[in-house]
C-alpha cells in the first residue's frame, strides 16, 4: 500500500533538509559565477598560456564527473594539511565544477555584445575597468541569465551528489528516513516532488527576473 | 602501488568495462525510447501529449541519484524487483530518454516546412515523408545536440556505483576501503574518467563531422 501518512509525517524534516540543498547550489553558483568570470577572461586573454590553463581548467571540470571531483575534495585536501568542515568542501567543489560550465556562458555571452560597444568605449577614453564593470559584465549577465538559471537548476540537482561527503541536504535525509521507515518508495518521491518544486520555482523566477531586466 | 595495481588490476578493468557496458547500453536504449516517445508525440493520439509533457518534466527536474533510488529501492515496494545492474541500466534508460526526447522534438522542429510541403507536392506518402525527409533532416540538425548528451551520459555512470553497480567507481572504492590508500586511487580515477570523456569528445566531434560535412562546405 502506497502511504500518504508517511510522506506527510516526514514531509517537514525533508523540507528542513532542503536548506543544505538552496545553501549549496546557490553559493555554488554564486562562487561558480565569480570563478567563472576569472576563468572567462583568461580564455579571453591575449597570453597562449592563459588562454591554455583557462582551457585546461574547463576541459578537467567538465570532464570529471562531480561524485569524484567531491571525493578528490573530501579525502585529497586533508592530505595536503588542508582541514576544511565537510559543507565548505562541498560548496568549493561545487562552485568550481560550476565555474567551468559558467566560463563557457560567460563567453558566449560575452561574444553576443556588438564589438562597437567596447570600441566605442575606449574611443570616449574609458578605463578598461569601467569598461568591463559598467558595459561589458552587466550585459554577459543579462544576456547570459537563462544560461546561469539552468545551471542553477543543473546545480540543485547535482548537489544531491554531496551525500557522499556525509551531508544531510534532502537526499541524505531522505535515505535515512528511508532506512528508518521502511518506506522508501514514498520517501524517495517525496524527494524527488521536492526537488521537483525547487527547480519550478527557479525556473520561474528566472523568467520574471528576464521580463524585469528587458527593455 | 604497483602490488595495489597487481591486485586490484583485474577489478579495476572489469569496473572499467561494466563502466563501457552501462554507459553504452544505457545511452543506446535512452535513444531509442526518447525517439519513441517523441514519435508518440509528435504523430500519436493528443492525449498522450499532457502525460508525456509530465514525464519529461519529472526526469529532467529531478537528480538522477533520486530517481535511481526511487527505482532501485522503491522499486520492489510495486512488484519491480531489479538487480542493481538492471536497475542502472533501466534508470539510465529512462534518464536519457527525456531529455533524448527534447533534443529530438528540436531537431523535428527544425525540418523546413518547405521540403515537406515538396514532398507532399510529390505524392510522397506520409509514412515515406516520415522516413525519408523528416528523420533523416532531423538527425543532421540533432547530431551535436545528441553526442553532447551522450558524453553527458558517460559521467552519470558513477552515479550506479551508489545502487551498487560494479563499475569503475564502486570499485574504486571497494580498493579504497580495502586498502585504506585514499590518493593514488581517486586520481587515478580522475585521471582515467578525463581521459576517456576526453576521447568519447574526440569520437563524437569527428562523427559530427563526418554526417554535417556538406552542412560546412556550402557555407
Redesign the interface.
Known amino acids: 500500500m502506497?502511504s500518504f501518512q508517511t510522506i506527510f509525517d516526514n514531509l517537514p524534516v525533508l523540507i528542513g533538509a532542503a536548506r543544505y540543498t538552496l545553501l549549496i547550489s546557490v553559493l555554488g553558483c554564486a562562487q561558480g559565477l565569480l570563478v567563472g568570470a576569472v576563468v572567462c577572461a583568461g580564455a579571453l586573454s591575449r597570453r597562449v598560456w592563459l588562454r591554455r590553463a583557462a582551457a585546461l581548467y574547463v576541459?578537467?571540470f567538465?570532464?570529471?564527473?562531480?561524485?569524484?571531483?567531491l571525493?578528490?575534495a573530501f579525502?585529497?585536501l586533508p592530505?595536503i594539511g588542508i582541514n576544511v568542515p565537510a559543507l565548505v568542501a562541498a560548496v568549493l567543489t561545487v562552485g568550481l565544477c560550476a565555474a567551468a560550465y559558467l566560463s563557457e556562458v560567460l563567453r558566449g555571452a560575452l561574444n553576443a555584445i556588438p564589438r562597437g560597444q567596447a570600441e566605442a568605449a575606449a574611443a570616449i577614453g574609458m578605463a578598461p575597468r569601467d569598461l568591463w564593470l559598467r558595459i561589458l559584465l552587466p550585459q554577459a549577465l543579462k544576456i547570459g541569465l537563462p544560461a546561469i538559471i539552468n545551471e542553477l537548476?543543473l546545480l540543485?540537482?547535482?548537489?544531491?551528489?554531496v551525500?557522499?561527503v556525509g551531508i544531510v541536504e534532502?537526499?541524505r535525509m531522505?535515505?535515512s528516513i528511508?532506512s528508518a521507515t521502511y518506506?522508501?518508495?514514498?520517501i524517495?518521491?517525496a524527494?524527488?516532488?521536492l526537488?521537483?518544486a525547487i527547480?519550478?520555482v527557479i525556473a520561474q523566477a528566472g523568467r520574471l527576473l528576464e521580463r524585469r531586466l528587458a527593455y | 602501488m604497483p602490488d595495489l595495481l597487481h591486485r586490484y588490476g583485474p577489478d579495476l578493468l572489469t569496473g572499467f568495462g561494466m563502466t563501457l557496458f552501462t554507459w553504452a547500453l544505457g545511452t543506446l536504449l535512452g535513444f531509442a525510447l526518447g525517439f519513441a516517445i517523441e514519435l508518440l508525440r509528435r504523430f500519436g493520439p493528443k492525449r498522450l501529449a499532457w502525460p508525456i509533457r509530465a514525464y519529461v518534466e519529472f526526469i529532467r527536474g529531478t537528480p538522477f541519484l533520486v530517481q535511481l533510488f526511487v527505482l532501485y529501492y522503491g522499486g520492489p515496494l510495486i512488484g519491480l524487483r531489479l538487480d542493481a545492474l538492471p536497475a542502472g541500466v533501466l534508470g539510465l534508460t529512462i534518464y536519457g530518454s527525456a531529455y533524448f526526447t527534447e533534443i529530438l522534438r528540436a531537431g523535428f522542429d527544425a525540418v523546413p516546412k518547405g521540403q515537406i510541403e515538396a514532398a507532399r507536392a510529390m505524392g510522397f506518402t506520409d509514412g515515406v515523408i516520415v522516413r525519408r525527409i523528416m528523420v533523416p533532416v532531423m538527425m543532421v540538425s540533432a547530431l551535436p545536440a545528441l553526442v553532447n548528451f551522450a558524453i553527458i551520459l558517460t559521467k552519470e555512470t558513477v552515479i550506479l556505483s551508489m545502487i551498487t553497480v560494479p563499475e569503475i567507481m564502486f570499485q574504486t572504492q571497494t580498493m579504497m576501503s580495502e586498502t585504506f590508500a585514499f590518493v593514488e586511487p581517486i586520481l587515478i580515477l580522475a585521471l582515467f574518467f578525463w581521459g576517456f570523456v576526453e576521447v568519447i569528445s574526440r569520437l563524437g566531434r569527428r562523427l559530427e563531422r563526418r554526417f554535417t560535412h556538406y552542412l560546412l562546405e556550402r557555407s
Open positions: 502506497f576541459s578537467f567538465r570532464g570529471v564527473p562531480l561524485l569524484i571531483q571525493l578528490v579525502y585529497l592530505v537548476i540543485v540537482k547535482a548537489s544531491s551528489l551525500t557522499v534532502i537526499t531522505s535515505q528511508a518506506r522508501p518508495l514514498e524517495y518521491l524527494a524527488a516532488f526537488y521537483l527547480n519550478l
